[in-house]
C-alpha cells in the first residue's frame, strides 16, 4: 500500500457581496471576517470577488451617507422629541386601527412547533442582498420550526400575530431617492402586536416615524430618530461585541462597515424598561466607547447591524444565534454539545494512520462521524511520478478493514462525494481525490486565491444522481454500510446538486452555498451565492437537514494566503460559542496528521464542559 501524505487542501466555501456574504462566480475566496485567502481542507471563509468587495463599500457608504442626512434633517425635530419624551409614557396612540398596548417584555412563550415569518427589503441597487440575508435566517430559524419568507413590500396586514415570531432585515436604507416600501400594516403590526418581532439594522426610525415618537417611545423606551450609526461623523472602529460573558469579535475591512446603530435609550422617570442584551466595544476612543449592540423592550428586539456581515467562527453572529432562542424556544435548557468529523478517508489513505487515530478516539470513548470517499485517483500521476493511478475500496482491503472498525467503535460512516475531484482538470490543484472539487470549477489566481468559477458544465440532475449512486453502490460492494450523511466536497455544489442530495441522504453534515433564486419565482442565479455555517442543525432553505460544522479544522500550515488553525484557536471559537444556550463546538481533522493535535482539541473543548456526541444521533 503506497504511503502518501496528501496536501493540506485550502478551499472555501464562497460568501461574498454583504453578509453571509454573496458572491458571483469568478470570485476570490480571500475574505473579509477572517483573515484573507481560504482555509485549508472545508473550513469556510468568507470570500468576495473585487466586484464585490466594491459594491459592498459602495453599500457602506450609502448608508453612512444616507444616515447623516438623515441627522441633519432631524436636528430641530430631535430637540423637540427630546422635550416631550417624559410627557407620553402612559399615552396609547391609535395606528391604522390598532391602539399601542404595553406587549410583553421577554416575548411569548413559545409554541409546540414555533413558526417564523422572515421580511425582507428588495429596493435599491442593493436590493439583491436582502434575499441572501434572508436565505441566512431562514435557514438559523430552521433549527425551531417552520419558516416563511416574502418581500417586506408584499406584508398583508396581521401577518406578524400568525407566527410566533417575526422578523425583518433592514439591507436598504429608505430614504432620498429610495422611497420607503415597508407597508403601513407592517409597522402598524409591529407596534401592536404583543408577538416578538427582531429587527436588524436599517428603517427602524420609519416605524417610530409612523406610529409616531411619543407613542413609540412610551412603549419601548428609546428614540430611533435620534439614533445614528455615526458619532462626529465616523461610525468608530468596533472590533467587539459582548455577550452573556463572551467577548465575540468583529472585524470589518477599512471603509466597508456601514456602522452598528447606537440607540439613544431614554432616561428619566416613566420610561420603560429596556434591556441592553450585548454591547459593542468602539477602540478608535480611549478609553473604549461601549454602546447597546442589541436591546429590547416590550415585543421589539432590535439589533444595530446585520450580524452577517464579515462573519467568522468567533465573530458577534454567535450573539444571534442565541437571541433566536428567546423568541422562538425561550425554555431550551442549556445544552453543550460537540462532534468531530474525520476527513477525507479514501482507499488512498494510510490504514496505519487511520487505525491510530481510531483507537485514540475508541479509548477516549468519543463518538465521531468519518467521511468515505469511494474511489481515489490521481488521472495526471501528481503524486505517482507521472503515471496515473486509480484505486478503488475493493483494492484497499487495509483501509476498508480500518473503516470496520470505526464502525464498531464509535465511528458514523460518511458519504464524501464519488472521487473529490474532477476528471482530469486542476481543480484548482492538480485532479487528485481529496485536493479538488467535484461539482463546482475553480482555479488558482496569480495572486495564490482560490477563485470560484461556478458549476461544472454538465452540472444536471442526472449528473449529480449518476456521481451519487456510483458511491452507494461502492459502499455495497465492500459490505459496508449505505451512509445516511453525506458531506459535499470542498462544500461547494450547485442549487440541483443540493436538490438531488437531499433525495439520498437525510443530512448533510456541512458548510453549503445558497443561490440567489431561491426564495422568488426567479430561476436559479449560479453565479451569485453565498455561503453559511450553523451553530446547531437546521432545516434549510433546501428543505435538507444540515449538522453543524462551526469550529473549521485544524491546519498547521499556511495555503492560499491563509494563516494556520491550530487546537488553541479552534477551542477559542468553541469558547465563545458557549454563549448559545443549546449550540455545537464541531470541527473536523484529516487522520494523516498525528494523533497530539487531536488529543488536545478534544481534551480543550471537552474542558470547556461540551460532551462528544454522534452525529447519527442529531438526525431526526
Known amino acids: 500500500m503506497r504511503i502518501r501524505r496528501e496536501r493540506g487542501k485550502a478551499v472555501a466555501v464562497i460568501i461574498a457581496a454583504a453578509g453571509l456574504l454573496a458572491a458571483t462566480a469568478g470570485g476570490a475566496a480571500g475574505s473579509p471576517g477572517i483573515p484573507p485567502g481560504p482555509a485549508p481542507g472545508e473550513r469556510a471563509a468568507l470570500a468576495q470577488p473585487a466586484a464585490v468587495t466594491t459594491a459592498l463599500s459602495n453599500w457602506a457608504k450609502r448608508q453612512r451617507s444616507a444616515d447623516a442626512t438623515r441627522r441633519k434633517q432631524r436636528t430641530a425635530a430631535t430637540a423637540k422629541t427630546t422635550t416631550t419624551k417624559a410627557t407620553t409614557a402612559t399615552t396609547a396612540r391609535t395606528v391604522q386601527g390598532g391602539v399601542l398596548g404595553p406587549g410583553r417584555q421577554q416575548g411569548l412563550r413559545a409554541a409546540a412547533q414555533p413558526n417564523t415569518l422572515i421580511l425582507y427589503d428588495t429596493a435599491g441597487p442593493y436590493g439583491f442582498l436582502g434575499e441572501l440575508y434572508a436565505m441566512a435566517t431562514a435557514n438559523l430559524a430552521g433549527h425551531f420550526g417552520a419558516v416563511a419568507t416574502k418581500p417586506v413590500s408584499q406584508y398583508t396586514a396581521g401577518q ?9 432585515i433592514g439591507s436598504t436604507y429608505y430614504g432620498g431617492d429610495i422611497p420607503d416600501a415597508i407597508p403601513n400594516a407592517f409597522y402598524s403590526d409591529v407596534a401592536t402586536s404583543s408577538r416578538p418581532v427582531i429587527w436588524m439594522n436599517d428603517n427602524i426610525w420609519n416605524l417610530a416615524g409612523k406610529v409616531g415618537v411619543p407613542a413609540f417611545t412610551a412603549r419601548y423606551g428609546w428614540d430611533p430618530t435620534t439614533s445614528y450609526f455615526d458619532v462626529g461623523g465616523s461610525v468608530g472602529k468596533v472590533t467587539q461585541v459582548d455577550y452573556k460573558t463572551q467577548p465575540l469579535g468583529r472585524s470589518i475591512p477599512a471603509g466597508a462597515d456601514s456602522g452598528i446603530l447606537r440607540p439613544n435609550i431614554l432616561t428619566g422617570g416613566g420610561q420603560p424598561a429596556v434591556t441592553t442584551l450585548a454591547e459593542a466595544v468602539d477602540t478608535s476612543t480611549s478609553p473604549n466607547t461601549r454602546f447597546p449592540w442589541a436591546v429590547r423592550s416590550s415585543n421589539l428586539t432590535y439589533i444595530g447591524e446585520i450580524p452577517y456581515t464579515y462573519f467568522n467562527e468567533s465573530d458577534r453572529a454567535i450573539a444571534f444565534y442565541d437571541l433566536l432562542f428567546d423568541a422562538l424556544a425561550p425554555e431550551t435548557p442549556t445544552r453543550h454539545r460537540a462532534m468531530l468529523r474525520l476527513e477525507d478517508i479514501s482507499p488512498g489513505s494510510d490504514p496505519d494512520q487511520l487505525m491510530e487515530i481510531a483507537r485514540y478516539l475508541d479509548q477516549e470513548n468519543i463518538p465521531y462521524g468519518f467521511q468515505v470517499i469511494p474511489v481515489y485517483t490521481d488521472p495526471k500521476g501528481a503524486y505517482n511520478g507521472g503515471t496515473a493511478e486509480t484505486t478503488t475500496l475493493q483494492q484497499a482491503p487495509e483501509v476498508v478493514a480500518a473503516l470496520r472498525f470505526m464502525l464498531a467503535n464509535g465511528g458514523t460512516i460518511i458519504n464524501h462525494g464519488y472521487t473529490h475531484q474532477y476528471r482530469d482538470a486542476d481543480n484548482p490543484y492538480n485532479g487528485v481525490t481529496g485536493d479538488d472539487f467535484e461539482f463546482f470549477r475553480a482555479h488558482v489566481d496569480s495572486a495564490d486565491n482560490v477563485i470560484y468559477d461556478g458549476p461544472v458544465p454538465e452540472d444536471s440532475t442526472l449528473w449529480a444522481t449518476s456521481r451519487i449512486l456510483s458511491a452507494k453502490t461502492a459502499f455495497t460492494l465492500n459490505l459496508l454500510p449505505t451512509p445516511r450523511l453525506w458531506t459535499t466536497p470542498h462544500y461547494a455544489a450547485s442549487a440541483t446538486d443540493y436538490g438531488v442530495i437531499n433525495q439520498h441522504y437525510a443530512a448533510r453534515y456541512e458548510r453549503s452555498l445558497y443561490f440567489a433564486g431561491q426564495l422568488t419565482p426567479a430561476p436559479i442565479n449560479p453565479q451569485v451565492y453565498m455561503g453559511q455555517y450553523f451553530p446547531y442543525p437546521v432545516r434549510d432553505v433546501y428543505g435538507s437537514k444540515v449538522l453543524p460544522e462551526n469550529l473549521g479544522n485544524y491546519e498547521p500550515d499556511s495555503y492560499n494566503n491563509r494563516p494556520p488553525r491550530l487546537p488553541a484557536d479552534m477551542i477559542n471559537s468553541a469558547r465563545l460559542n458557549l454563549a ?24 480543550g473543548i471537552r474542558a470547556l464542559g461540551y460532551t462528544f456526541v454522534d452525529p447519527a444521533s442529531v438526525i431526526p
Do not use: K, M, W
Open 160 to 168: 406578524v400575530n400568525q407566527y410566533t415570531a417575526t422578523i425583518y
Open 580 to 603: 448559545v444556550r443549546d449550540g455545537f463546538a464541531s470541527f473536523f481533522y484529516h487522520p494523516y496528521y498525528p494523533v497530539a493535535p487531536l488529543r488536545e482539541t478534544v481534551q
